[in-house]
Nanobody, 124 residues
Framework: QVQLVESGGGLVQAGGSLRLSCAAS????????MGWFRQAPGKERDFFAA????????YYADSVKGRFTISRDNAKNTVYLQMNSLKPEDTAVYYC?????????????????WGQGTQVTVSS
């Protein structure tokens, strides 16, 4: 099993940047594919980024493509989400998720472990 803890959320003005981290503990992090989700109040959970266990394969939803970058450092058991050009509509609780993986990224319904989330608020 793997435990996930997100950090790096906060309040930022529109156009600003934040970097979220998701630290993993437990079993071998490098064997896990990772994903990022977010959920705004009153809205459904939104799957928007994923990365394979090696970092060689990534996915981005159209809503964040070109603004967000997912990466990982297996030596530090951490996956990152660099968020640039933030918009008020990016305001949400951001969650990372994990599953044992292969050389590909995984889709929305394929994750087994979840963090507790970190709040990101973008003011206009």
């Amino acid at each position: 099993q793997v435990q996930l803890v997100e950090s790096g959320g906060g309040l930022v003005q529109a156009g600003g940047s934040l970097r979220l981290s998701c630290a993993a503990s437990g079993r071998t992090f490098s064997s896990y594919a990772m994903g990022w989700f977010r959920q705004a109040p009153g809205k459904e959970r939104d799957f928007f980024a994923a990365i394979s266990w090696s970092g060689g394969s990534t996915y981005y939803a159209d809503s964040v493509k070109g603004r967000f970058t997912i990466s990982r450092d297996n030596a530090k058991n951490t996956v990152y989400l660099q968020m640039n050009s933030l918009k008020p509509e990016d305001t949400a609780v951001y969650y990372c998720a994990a599953r044992e993986g292969s050389s590909r990224w995984y889709g929305e319904y394929e994750y087994d472990y979840w963090g507790q989330g970190t709040q990101v608020t973008v003011s206009s």
